[in-house]
């Protein structure tokens, strides 16, 4: 078993074996259950037209699987896979399950910093990139990471890897693998990072493949879905919510697209014939402006999820009339707990909420500042566990012990409040994080690289309303001696490895913050501040 982690109290994980959440079969044989089944049948469709039967995708797995353990690799080894929407990221996900070690997903957007951090905790032996993804040598950042994290032993590159493996030669005639225990840990997911860097979110083979079936289910998913991925495949949401997991557990086929851009993702969606996709609010927004310049057929798209941050009504009201298709509003998060409005349920709480919990064991308490639940339907702070809401941090018991309840409930910092039909309305964040149109960021970990920089006394990063990202970033800066301008603050970060998602959208510059009576910066008052500002600009958010 892999150490670190936090398993469920054991007669917790006896009650959902015996209720039938937890199948006790491996992660991987979702693929493997459907090369049996229907071998012939497509799985895996790429941007280029490229297709592989199940058949073709179980035995590619195999054969990497091998390569892996010849390499050295297995046995609850960690392996950083940071790569875009390719068919290399699907067999490398299952192979890796297959030869026993640990994928930890990271998204192509991650940088040195995150990496590197990443690399530490998890104490990672190999990583999987591209050579050039979007502009950016990934090859560059493998060598710092190997510098800075000397246990990462193996750099397995897709494409050109020029001192490094190719991920091509990982590749050996299958042998018989140790099949992994259900209950252990199958992979590392990273948390929005709410405060400081990304947390390790572990999750098993059990509370992932209900996560995947359960969601597979509740969406209709079967042998007819055809799945298109725009968002990174490393992100929860597109992986198995229920994502290209689900699909494939219900043996359709899934469809990469290299970016979520309407000239990509529309071009697919008439090609392939889509019926379901999943994006995030900008998106969604950006989609439904779009169908008036792009002249793609999008009419065999029956679905459409939104999820990662709060769709507004209106647009939410446009996606039937605009696109021809249901919308689902979908608001999970990676460390468990999944809400979805259903199929069924009438449009004004379609549109109007963010549906309700995914399992009938899901265990959900709104509370207030003092941990007190709230009367219903009023607003509080979300704490939920259930059959695949993590217990706890991958090697972080310093943040779980703030972050969960002497009995198991994850706290959220979500502000929601509950509808007597038990769907959810979020209505903000109690936690210090930006959700800048799906990507989480934390204010504490950006303040901390601001706050490196020469010119700067103090900082504070607080949301600013976006009609169109739902949230941006501003960073109030305190100067020492002369202020960096907006450009020179990026500049510096981006040299420090922070992901291009993080860096501040806007920079304030102050002689002093707000307080609040204990002392703490106000940034309540400077975000009211910031959205003021912007309402008198007329750049505010609707």
């Known amino acids: 078993m892999l150490d670190g982690w936090v398993p469920w109290p054991d007669e917790v994980a006896a009650r959902y074996r015996a209720e039938g959440y937890w199948a006790g079969r491996p992660l991987d044989r979702l693929l493997r259950d459907q090369a049996e089944r229907a071998p012939e049948r497509i799985a895996l469709v790429d941007a280029e037209g490229d297709r592989w039967t199940y058949a073709e995708l179980d035995a590619r797995a195999d054969r990497t699987a091998a390569g892996l353990r010849r390499l050295g690799i297995g046995g609850g080894d960690r392996v950083i896979v940071q790569l875009p929407n390719t068919d290399a990221f699907v067999v490398l996900f299952f192979a890796l399950l297959r030869a026993g070690a640990v994928p930890v997903l990271t998204l192509p957007a991650h940088r040195e910093s995150e990496i590197v951090h990443v690399a530490e905790v998890s104490g990672a032996i190999a990583y999987a990139v591209p050579d050039v993804h979007d502009g950016f040598d990934h090859r560059t950042l493998a060598r710092a990471l190997r510098k800075a994290v000397p246990s990462v032993e193996h750099v397995l590159v897709a494409g050109e890897a020029a001192e490094f493996t190719p991920l091509a030669d990982i590749d050996a005639e299958p042998v018989p693998l140790p099949v992994p225990d259900p209950s252990d840990v199958a992979l590392l997911l990273l948390s929005g990072g709410t405060t400081g860097k990304p947390k390790l979110i572990p999750r098993t083979h059990d509370d992932y493949t209900y996560n995947v079936r359960a969601s597979a289910q509740t969406c209709g998913f079967d042998s007819s879905t055809v799945y298109l991925v725009v968002l990174p495949t490393a992100h929860n949401f597109a992986l198995a919510c229920p994502g290209l997991l689900g699909t494939l557990m219900a043996g359709g086929t899934v469809v990469l697209s290299p970016t979520p851009s309407p000239e990509d993702a529309f071009a697919l969606i008439e090609r392939e014939k889509v019926t379901v996709t999943a994006v995030v609010p900008p998106i969604a927004l950006l989609w439904l402006d779009a169908v008036e310049w792009e002249e793609a057929d999008l009419s065999s798209l029956r679905l459409l999820q939104v999820g990662g941050s709060k769709l507004g009504a209106e647009p939410a009201a446009r996606v039937r009339p605009v696109l021809g298709c249901t919308l689902q509003q979908v608001f999970g998060m990676a460390e468990g707990l999944l809400n979805y409005t259903r199929l069924d349920d009438p449009s004004e709480l379609v549109v109007g909420t963010q549906g309700r919990p995914l399992s009938p064991a899901d265990e959900i308490r709104v509370v207030d500042e003092d941990g007190h639940d709230v009367t219903p339907g009023a607003t509080g702070e979300l704490l939920t566990r259930g059959p ?50 799906g990507d989480k960021i934390s204010a504490e970990e950006l303040e901390n690289h601001i706050l490196a920089h020469p010119g700067v006394h103090d900082a504070a990063v607080v949301g600013m309303p976006d009609a169109t990202m739902g949230e941006r970033t501003c960073a109030y800066l305190v100067p020492r001696g002369q202020a960096p301008t907006h450009r020179e603050l990026t500049a510096f970060l981006t040299e420090r490895g922070v992901a291009a998602y993080k860096l501040p959208d806007r920079v304030e510059v102050v002689d002093a913050f707000p307080r609040t009576s204990v002392g703490k910066i106000d940034k309540k008052a400077l975000g009211r501040t910031i959205a003021e500002r912007l309402s008198a600009e007329g750049a505010g958010g609707d």
């Open 388 to 437: 695949y809401t993590l217990r706890g941090y991958y090697r972080a018991p310093g943040h779980n012990a703030r972050t969960f309840t002497d009995d198991g409930y994850y706290r959220t910092g979500d502000l929601v409040r509950v509808l007597p039909t038990g769907h959810l309305v979020v209505e903000g964040r109690a936690k210090d994080q930006i959700n800048r149109g």
